[in-house]
């Protein structure tokens, strides 16, 4: 991506400002830099200001996307190796000696007191499982959730995984996630808003006989793991925030077969579905671009 110091523009000075602020353009970046050109640099202190968004310089996103190609061959090298008779433990030191490895580090293991390096939900478990002494059996759903650190750069994303021969009902709650996913993502691009991201999901998922996870949003990511803006994967067209390029952060969706609701468990961390139907979830780290979209952890 580029960020064109030079690019012109065709507001006029009362029109609304291009960045999407929603303030007067006289009033908001046209007072930044060269008179009538919106710099990265004054809607990069805009969407500070206004939001506590950080927006990702050339350099930044280059580095994020080194970290995300290293989270989705992370995703790969686990895949192989799910088999029935696993546990959720054998997962996680398969993620965890994978980033150690590439001298990466993993981004869960004490954040806020999270005890491993990788989140493992399985069937209605929705997400935030604990790696533990769980055996995955023939027919079970399971997402692995891969966050990694390198260089300071944080890419988060996760997939959904058959154990064995998948039955009807995973199938179709699998591809449900997966398809939300996907037209989320396909709603982002300057001038579009987060709220078009999550109106888009919320309508393929129930169409198709899902329900949308509340609790849980996707999340600005790339300094940190977790930054501004936060990403509903519910929600009106037109609401939120306007996207604007350098902006990075995660589309997530969960989608359960049965209702919505969930509980946490007692261990503060997994959440699982109130009527024990089946949860699916699929993440990437999207960057938006001038010209649309560009996943930084492309699978
Ligand atoms: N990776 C999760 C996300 O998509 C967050 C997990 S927080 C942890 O945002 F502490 F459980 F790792
Ligand atoms: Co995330
Ligand atoms: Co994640």
């Not at 065709?10 to 007067?24: E, F, I, Q, T, V």
Request: charged share 25%; glycine share 10%.
């Amino acid at each position: 991506m580029r960020f064109h110091k030079s690019k012109k523009t065709k507001a006029g000075r009362n029109d609304p400002c291009p960045c999407g602020s929603g303030l007067k353009y006289k009033k908001c970046c046209l007072r930044k830099g060269d008179a009538g050109v919106p710099t990265f640099e004054g809607t990069r202190n805009l969407y500070y200001r206004k939001y506590k968004i950080c927006l990702k310089s050339r350099e930044d996103i280059e580095g994020i996307r080194k970290t995300g190609q290293l989270v989705t061959k992370t995703l790969d090298f686990v895949e192989e190796k799910i088999r029935p008779g696993m546990t959720t433990d054998e997962i996680n030191t398969l993620v965890h000696e994978f980033t150690i490895r590439n001298n990466a580090t993993p981004a869960p293991l004490n954040y806020r007191g999270y005890p491993k390096s990788t989140c493992v939900s399985v069937n209605e478990v929705i997400c935030h499982g604990i790696p533990g002494d769980r055996v995955l059996k023939d027919g079970d759903i399971v997402n692995v959730d891969v966050t990694s650190v390198l260089k300071g750069y944080y890419a988060d994303a996760n997939k959904t995984f058959f154990v064995g021969t998948p039955g009807d009902d995973a199938k179709k709650i699998a591809d449900i996630a997966k398809e939300s996913m996907k037209v989320g993502i396909s709603m982002v691009r300057p001038g579009n808003t987060i709220g078009d991201i999550g109106w888009a999901i919320q309508n393929c998922a129930e169409k198709r006989g899902g329900t949308v996870v509340r609790e849980f949003v996707g999340h600005g990511v790339g300094f940190e793991f977790h930054e501004a803006p936060q990403v509903p994967h519910y929600g009106k067209r037109g609401d939120g925030i306007v996207m604007v390029p350098g902006m990075v952060f995660t589309i997530e969706p969960m989608i359960n077969l049965g209702r919505k609701e969930l509980y946490v468990m007692k261990d503060k961390w997994t959440a699982v579905t109130k009527d024990r139907s089946l949860s699916a979830q699929f993440e990437q780290t999207i960057l938006v671009t001038e010209s649309g979209f560009e996943s930084l952890t492309p699978y």
